[in-house]
């Protein structure tokens, strides 16, 4: 039982590439998220998920792409990357709807992208 | 005024000592409150749930305050283990994380 995983752990980008990041996690969760973390910000949501085949924009989704065609797998692109999406970004899941008992989020062990 | 509030520290203090975070909220329909706990450059993890009466976990105590609206977390006993961020999470209809209170303990 790996948990939440992520792919890849590090990558540096020149303004205007684009990339994929790749989470993807083995406890049947339901829900997925997607979170960037800069300092002194806190965690905010870019973009979540409530089942496969849903997606539904967060707090700062702007410039941020995601799909979720299997249940297990939630993908965050970025298709053509500035600076200030220089963070580091944390995949979630959750196996019911934030407010019930079993709503802990499960982390993954983030991505570390800056952008040159 | 941001939505979820934490005093970012560092905390400084020696082992055993006893020590409280609080974090305040500003949306009153908030549900339910979390604490977690991030180390250096890892994924935030679940420390514990905040309830209305207050709940204790080994030597860590949360406290709920709606009409405040705020959430505390005393530990006590401080080990150099516990030298980590802390983060306050609020459930208002959507996660809100705190920046997170630094705590260094030292021997």
């Known amino acids: ?116 | 005024r941001k939505e979820v509030e934490q005093d970012p520290g560092p905390f400084n203090v020696p082992e055993g000592a006893t020590v409280a975070f609080n974090c305040t909220y500003s949306n009153s329909a908030s549900q339910s409150f979390f604490w977690y706990r991030q180390d250096c450059r890892k994924e935030p993890k679940l420390l514990m749930s905040v309830y209305s009466s207050g709940n204790e976990d080994g030597r860590f105590t949360a406290q709920l305050n709606r009409a405040s609206q705020y959430i505390s977390l005393l530990i006590r006993d401080s080990k150099l283990s516990d030298s980590a961020t802390y983060l306050c999470v609020v459930n208002g209809g959507k996660l809100i994380f705190g920046q997170g209170t630094e705590l260094s303990v030292k021997p």
Request: proline share 5%.
């Open chain 1, 1 to 116: 039982n790996a948990g939440v995983t992520q792919t890849p752990k590090f990558r540096v980008l020149k303004t205007g590439q684009s990339m994929t990041l790749l989470c993807a996690q083995d406890m049947n969760h339901e829900y997925m998220y997607w979170y960037r973390q800069d300092p002194g910000m806190g965690l905010r949501l870019i973009h979540y998920s409530v089942g496969e085949g849903t997606t539904a924009k967060g707090e700062v989704p702007d410039g941020y792409n995601v799909s979720r065609l299997k249940k297990q797998n939630f993908l965050l692109g970025l298709e053509s990357a500035a600076p200030s999406q220089t963070s580091v970004y944390f995949c979630a899941s959750s196996y019911s709807k934030l407010g019930g008992p079993a709503d802990t989020q499960y982390f993954g062990p983030g991505t570390r992208l800056t952008v040159l």
